[in-house]
């Protein structure tokens, strides 16, 4: 396959055609700070992927430039993705000179999963934070088999390895073999609350008794309070650091 890697630009028709991520991840409100002026506040950020034989997207990757004084290599925000968001949103709003970038967002089509199309938009991202004069990519990584282990304590399961000391999740990695260290988990990275009419309508599932409810796709239980009307998911990323 030979892919068209370039910004979005005026291309949102083809971004649409993605997939994105299962409904309840649509709810996190910091989100539509950044959803609904990418175009607009970061245009050169947003990467996509296009089969040039076919004129399809195959994925699509999204970044933002922000400023953070410190060595990242030395720990960043609990607050993961929400936080990275709002700064960048601040910075851009201030005039405030980014110092770094950080993903977002990768994307790859469902029926190319798993084919190596992910390590080679990690590297066009990579490529292009550097096209712009940034020496430090930060990615809150959402690791992709965190599923599976949806019990499993988020900092045992970010620093587990296989026999060849790479990661045992996929995503993260990824993101190892191209290079980037593995820096601290935030524990709140992506907050969602709702009630349990609406939790009920995200998920197909029945919210109706208070405890820790099982969602597929959720890194962890999301904490349901059937006597207060509402449900709130907290989810844990990684951090991970790539210096270009």
Not at 61 to 73: C, G, L, M, N
Not at 93 to 111: F, H, Q, W
């Amino acid at each position: 396959m030979q892919l068209d890697i370039a910004p979005i630009g005026d291309r949102l028709d083809l971004y649409d055609e993605l997939p994105g991520w299962p409904e309840f991840m649509t709810k996190d409100p910091t989100g539509g700070l950044y959803y609904r002026y990418f175009d607009q506040f970061w245009p050169d950020f947003s990467l996509l992927a296009v089969d040039k034989e076919t004129g399809k997207p195959v994925a699509k990757a999204h970044s933002v430039p922000f400023a953070w004084d410190e060595d990242p290599a030395e720990g960043l925000p609990e607050g993961g993705w929400d936080w990275v968001i709002r700064q960048a949103v601040h910075d851009r709003l201030s005039g405030t000179k980014p110092t770094m970038v950080s993903a977002l967002e990768i994307n790859i089509r469902p029926d190319l999963r798993g084919s190596g199309l992910s390590g080679l938009i990690l590297a066009a991202m990579r490529d292009n934070a550097a096209e712009h004069g940034f020496t430090d990519l930060v990615a809150p990584v959402r690791p992709s088999g965190k599923h599976a282990q949806i019990r499993q304590p988020i900092d045992a399961y970010a620093h587990a390895t296989r026999d060849d000391g790479l990661p045992v999740d996929p995503w993260l990695r990824v993101h190892v073999r191209a290079g980037a260290k593995i820096v601290n988990v935030a524990h709140y990275s992506m907050t969602y609350a709702g009630t349990l009419e609406q939790w009920r309508s995200w998920t197909g599932l029945a919210f109706d008794a208070t405890g820790p409810v099982e969602v597929p796709g959720a890194l962890s239980p999301i904490h349901c309070d059937v006597e207060q009307d509402h449900a709130v998911y907290v989810e844990p990323n990684v951090w991970v650091h790539h210096r270009i």
